[in-house]
């Protein structure tokens, strides 16, 4: 096991609703990245955390917001959530300034 | 059992060495087949698309075996360059269905 996980597993919204997906990584992983992975598609790169602030962002509005915790975990936020959202979404962490990352399996979101 | 499983390494290797990495998938209906690499703190790139004829790319190769559901990707000549995380990466068994990435395998290249 590389230690990433996410939670939960498979999620359903409604339009309109907020959501909060969970990553848990291992300890000295400090440096988080969350990404979108729509059917058919490749993931497409939300945001990443290093040490608790995000320090890269793709082209994804405000509603897609994040944490890092002290502990490793991280969370991604999505308001107001759209048809659009329904994705796959993934969280990959680094060991401290190596250059591997690790992923979890995933939070499949169905907004409907 | 997963529907695509990786050996999450590491895999610690000196320049010049060839290393191997294998994939299983669940699926036995899926179609594509694909090979991503990981950089902290990048996006996954797709390295090569897997052919049941296998494929070639300068030091890579890869390879699918469609009877026992495994995918293999060769690493020939390693450069430190190459340590990355590997993702295997199946797509569905309909057109459309989601790509499903393994959780990567680990690769540390050293001189």
């Known amino acids: 096991e590389t230690g990433v996980t996410q939670s939960p597993t498979h999620l359903i919204k409604t339009r309109g609703q907020q959501v909060t997906l969970r990553c848990s990584s291992q300890s000295g992983h400090n440096t988080v990245s969350w990404y979108q992975q729509a059917l058919g598609q490749g993931p497409q790169f939300i945001f990443q955390y290093y040490r608790e602030e995000e320090n890269g962002r793709g082209n994804f509005p405000p509603r897609f917001s994040g944490l890092q915790f002290p502990n490793y975990s991280s969370e991604l936020n999505v308001n107001a959530l759209e048809l659009d959202d329904s994705a796959l979404y993934l969280c990959?962490?680094?060991?401290?300034?190596?250059?591997?990352?690790?992923f979890g399996q995933g939070t499949r979101l169905t907004v409907v | 059992r997963k529907e695509v499983e990786q050996d999450p390494g590491p895999f610690n290797v000196p320049e010049g060495a060839t290393v191997a990495f294998n994939c299983t998938y669940s699926?036995?209906?899926?179609?594509?087949f694909f090979w991503y690499r990981q950089d902290c703190r990048k996006e996954p790139k797709l390295l090569m698309s897997?052919?049941?004829s296998g494929n070639e790319d300068g030091r890579f190769t890869a390879q699918l075996n469609r009877a026992s559901q495994y995918i293999s990707l060769l690493i020939r000549d390693s450069k430190l360059s190459d340590s990355a995380t590997y993702l295997c990466?199946?797509?569905?068994?309909?057109?459309?269905?989601?790509?499903?990435f393994g959780k990567g395998t680990t690769l540390s290249v050293s001189s």
């Open positions: 897997v052919y049941s």
């Open positions: 990466v199946v797509n569905g068994a309909q057109a459309g269905t989601a790509l499903i």
């Open positions: 699926n036995s209906a899926s179609q594509s």
């Open positions: 990959a962490s680094c060991l401290g300034d190596r250059d591997q990352a690790f």
